[in-house]
C-alpha cells in the first residue's frame, strides 16, 4: 500500500540546517520554539517540511505544553482533526525510536533474503 498515493521513498522533506548562526538567533530570541512538520498536498505531489518556529509564527497551529505533542489535519473540504498526548521523551523515545529501526533493518533484510533466494 502507498500512503496518498506516493511512494515514501519518493518524498523530499525540505529541513532546516541547524547552524550556529541559526542556533544563536534562538537563544536570543527570548521565545519558546517548536519543531513543526507539516505535509500538504499540491496538485500531484506532497510537500513534506520539518522546521524550528518561534511560537508566535505558529498562528492557528495548536500549541501545547512541554512534552506534549499534538497533530492536525485539515482535509480538503475544510474539516479539522486534531489530537494531543503527553510525549514519552528523552530515553523513551529514543529507545521507541532504535526499536523502530531496528524492525526495519529486520523486515528489509527478510525482503532482500527472499528476492534472492526467488532470483537463484
Not at 547552524?19 to 505535509?39: K, N, P
Not at 499534538?70 to 523515545?93: I, K, N
Request: aromatic share 6%.
Amino acid at each position: 500500500m502507498v500512503p496518498f498515493g506516493i511512494d515514501p521513498d519518493d518524498l523530499e522533506v525540505d529541513t532546516q540546517a541547524l547552524d550556529g548562526t541559526f542556533l544563536e538567533r534562538i537563544a536570543h530570541s527570548s521565545e519558546r520554539w517548536v519543531q513543526v512538520s507539516s505535509i500538504v498536498r499540491s496538485a500531484e505531489r506532497l510537500i513534506a517540511q520539518v522546521r524550528l518556529e518561534p511560537v508566535s509564527n505558529c498562528g492557528s497551529i495548536p500549541i501545547f505544553g512541554s512534552e506534549w505533542n499534538g497533530g492536525m489535519v485539515r482535509l480538503e473540504d475544510g474539516q479539522l482533526f486534531s489530537c494531543q498526548g503527553r510525549g514519552a521523551g528523552g530515553a523513551a523515545t529514543a529507545e521507541a525510536l532504535a526499536a523502530d529501526l531496528f524492525d526495519i533493518a529486520v523486515t528489509q533484510r527478510a525482503e532482500a533474503s527472499a528476492r534472492i533466494a526467488v532470483a537463484v
